[in-house]
């Protein structure tokens, strides 16, 4: 057994990992308009190399949560540390567009390694539930530092040096953590007897693949376009495919009996539904502040902070309202403020010569809501499973929300892509936000 002090440094060596995917998805959006001048590209450029990491990520989720569970957490979390040094030097040295979104695909398939294991990890090192439930909530705030910091980071970063000094940053962050790993971080044994369902993995990388490019595509090919329509067929069949298998094979990726439990498949679609509204308008953010409202580089990483303010401070907060008000409480009160949150956005942009300081509130309630109802969920997920299984169920709830993102960014982009103005665009989406949800809300009732 662990003493208190040898756990909470494996957890602070864990959060490293965690903190340096986090903060590659804000310090990129903030330098997308500059890689844009830089290597040429329109918005479904832009959308790829978001959605490029969203995909790889999305798509090797599972398989890394039951790889994870077959042989060992600290073993794949450390292969997912190196691989994304590397990438990540490949992105800084990428010299046309196509590059970059090759090499965020492939930083993708280390950040999918990295995040459930780390789950996982923390989840065997603390040996009780209210002090793993104080461990996620600091593991959630730890990311909410690094969404805090991405915005600020990523500005002075692109605009001091290059856009591509946003990805540099990571490897000495890497390289510390690579370190720690290896010395700070008790390995959890693996299970031999939990099986690799490779078709199911085949067919899930399809059917998530063909939907990000139907979203992407549709906004610059239309929806009429024999490419397009061939793509959603393609996703239609590999997803009823995918799910066919899954009931039939006999150790699935993603056991389709978890859903049964509405403490696993209702947090499981808050995952989706916060990560569409949330990534979906952090893409758009820059591109707002950028080209309609003229702002530099500097000026846009300053106006998106208050975004993510509170990420960090209300992520351990909710930690330990969960342990006193419950899970269904927390989320519920998450969901409620960031509701007001787009709210309050879209009436900013909508009334004539809009003020940034009219924007500020919003943002701070969008961040609270997201960092305050995320850890809630992502608790709930790891107690409906036994522990022997945390780790595909924290890769179950990762791969939905990634496949959140996904959507979001594709969504919210094709918007953009097909809408007269950037204003008009930008309400619709923020109202589709609003909508999720609220959809949210009323099936939190019956978690």
């Known amino acids: 057994m662990q003493n208190t002090h040898s756990r909470y440094t494996a957890l602070i060596t864990l959060c490293l990992g965690y903190f340096m995917v986090i903060i590659d998805v804000t310090v990129v959006n903030v330098a997308l308009p500059s890689i844009a001048h830089s290597l040429g590209g329109e918005i479904s450029s832009l959308q790829w190399i978001v959605d490029g ?13 039951n790889l994870a569970d ?53 989840n065997g090192t603390f040996d009780t539930p209210v002090a793993r439930a104080k461990a996620i909530g600091i593991w959630g705030g730890v990311g909410g530092i690094a969404a805090a910091l991405g915005p600020i980071l990523g500005a002075f970063l692109t605009a001091g040096f290059s856009w591509r000094a946003v990805f540099f940053i990571n490897i000495p962050i890497g390289l510390l953590s690579i370190y720690f790993t290896c010395t700070k971080v008790k390995p959890l044994l693996g299970n031999k007897i939990i099986g690799i369902d490779v078709p199911g993995q085949i067919f899930a990388c399809m059917w998530i693949g063909t939907l990000a490019f139907t979203l992407i595509e549709a906004g610059k090919l239309g ?9 959603l067929a393609i996703f239609i069949f590999s997803l009823v495919t995918f799910i066919v298998i899954e009931i039939k094979v006999k150790m699935p990726m993603f056991p389709l009996t978890f859903l049964a439990s509405c403490h696993f498949s209702i947090p499981l679609f808050l995952g989706v539904f916060i990560n569409i509204s949330t990534y979906g308008l952090l893409f758009l953010l820059p591109l707002y502040f950028q080209e309609i409202r003229h702002y530099s580089v500097l000026m846009t990483g300053f106006s998106i902070v208050p975004l993510f303010i ?71 997920i790891i107690r409906s499973v036994e522990l022997s299984r945390a780790g595909l169920a924290a890769a179950s709830f990762n791969m939905m929300r990634q496949l959140g993102t996904l959507i979001g960014v594709a969504l919210f982009g094709t918007i953009i892509a097909v809408s007269q103005q950037f204003v008009l665009g930008m309400s619709i989406c923020l109202c589709i936000a609003v909508g999720i949800y609220m959809v949210g809300l009323v099936i939190v009732y019956y978690l």
């Open 70 to 122: 077959k042989l060992g957490a600290k073993r794949l979390f450390l292969t997912g540390l190196i691989l994304f040094v590397v990438t990540s030097l490949g992105c800084g040295l990428a010299t046309s567009i196509d590059l970059l979104i090759l090499a965020r695909i492939l930083q993708g398939i280390g950040a999918a390694f990295m995040v459930p294991t780390s789950l996982s990890l923390i």
């Open 223 to 231: 929806w009429s376009s024999a490419t397009v329509l061939m793509s």
């Open 53 to 65: 990491y969203a995909l790889s990520f999305a798509c090797l989720l599972l398989l890394a949560g």
């Open 310 to 380: 509170l990420v960090a401070v209300s992520s351990y907060i909710s930690g330990h309202c969960v342990t006193r008000f419950g899970i269904k409480t927390v989320i519920a009160v998450g969901l409620l403020v960031g509701i007001l949150g787009f709210l309050g956005m879209w009436w900013a942009i909508n009334v004539s010569n809009p003020r940034y300081i009219a924007m500020i509130l919003p943002l701070l309630c969008i961040g609270f809501g997201i960092a305050f109802a995320m850890p809630a969920a992502t608790i709930a």
